[in-house]
């Protein structure tokens, strides 16, 4: 029990210092650059670009989900109401859909400042007060979370993945174990999104500001 107790103790120790060691990382950045510059302002802003890109063509295929979803319920409730038809693929297909448009969007959604958020202080601070909170908030808030739900998402995606998990009904659909690796796909883009935000911040607190996109478009 006491030996379980400390490996309890030591995990939990270990996701919530992966924020200390990303804030340490994006402070030695901006610390570093005084004498590698250059090429230190070079590979971040290759870093960030290329995670913005991925985040970007991801939502700009999981966009068409939203056509496709709302198609099926139309087409569901006429079969249904009209003629009098169901079937259980098509319904579960929309489960599906609608997972995968909210768990891969979520990405890009953070890169264009499109979340919720509490902004009460936050736009009238200065350019360097907005970077210190963003990167204070992606390390502490995001980073801490997202490691969470990558670890148990990953366990329940594992145990799905073993059996081959499918629907619990005999004619769904049969790619359960499918639907739920969307899950820590989901954490672990979300942790790349959220080091890349870190690290613009760090930019932006050296004197090299790489704004992100007010809109998808706008990065496109």
Same mark, same amino acid.
């Given at each position: 029990?006491?030996?379980?107790?400390?490996?309890?103790?030591? &995990?939990?120790?270990?996701?919530?210092?992966?924020?200390?060691?990303?804030?340490?990382?994006?402070? $030695?950045?901006? =610390?570093?650059?005084? =004498?590698?510059?250059?090429? $230190?302002?070079?590979?971040?802003?290759?870093?960030?670009?290329?995670?913005?890109?991925?985040?970007?063509?991801?939502?700009?295929?999981?966009? @068409?989900?939203?056509?496709?979803?709302?198609?099926?319920?139309?087409?569901?409730?006429?079969? =249904?109401?009209?003629?009098?038809? &169901?079937?259980?693929? %098509?319904?579960?297909?929309?489960?599906?859909?609608?997972?995968? $448009?909210?768990?891969?969007?979520?990405?890009?959604?953070?890169?264009?400042?499109?979340?919720?958020?509490?902004?009460?202080?936050?736009?009238?601070?200065?350019?360097?007060?907005?970077?210190?909170?963003?990167?204070?908030?992606? +390390?502490?808030?995001?980073? %801490?979370?997202?490691?969470?739900?990558? /670890?148990?998402?990953?366990?329940?995606?594992? =145990?799905? @993945?073993?059996?081959?998990?499918? &629907?619990?009904?005999?004619?769904?659909?049969?790619?359960?174990?499918?639907? /739920? +690796?969307?899950? %820590?796909?989901?954490?672990?883009?979300?942790?790349?999104?959220?080091?890349?935000?870190?690290?613009?911040?760090?930019?932006?607190?050296?004197?090299?500001?790489?704004?992100? %996109?007010?809109?998808?478009?706008?990065?496109?």
């Amino acid at each position: 029990m006491s030996f379980l107790f400390s490996n309890t103790v030591f &995990s939990w120790g270990v996701l919530w210092a992966q924020p200390l060691l990303v804030l340490a990382f994006s402070l $030695l950045v901006v =610390r570093a650059m005084g =004498r590698h510059a250059e090429g $230190l302002v070079e590979v971040s802003t290759l870093f960030v670009r290329l995670v913005d890109w991925l985040s970007v063509a991801i939502i700009e295929t999981a966009k @068409w989900l939203a056509p496709m979803m709302a198609l099926t319920v139309a087409a569901l409730v006429i079969t =249904r109401y009209v003629f009098g038809l &169901s079937a259980i693929k %098509p319904q579960e297909s929309v489960i599906y859909m609608h997972a995968l $448009l909210f768990l891969l969007a979520a990405p890009a959604t953070l890169l264009t400042n499109g979340h919720v958020r509490v902004d009460i202080y936050y736009e009238k601070l200065s350019e360097q007060g907005r970077a210190i909170v963003d990167l204070l908030g992606a +390390t502490f808030l995001l980073m %801490p979370i997202a490691i969470l739900i990558f /670890k148990y998402g990953g366990s329940y995606a594992a =145990r799905a @993945w073993v059996f081959h998990e499918g &629907s619990a009904e005999a004619n769904g659909l049969q790619a359960v174990y499918l639907l /739920k +690796t969307s899950i %820590p796909v989901f954490a672990a883009l979300m942790m790349a999104q959220g080091s890349a935000m870190a690290l613009r911040a760090a930019l932006c607190l050296y004197g090299e500001p790489m704004p992100a %996109p007010q809109s998808i478009e706008e990065h496109v």
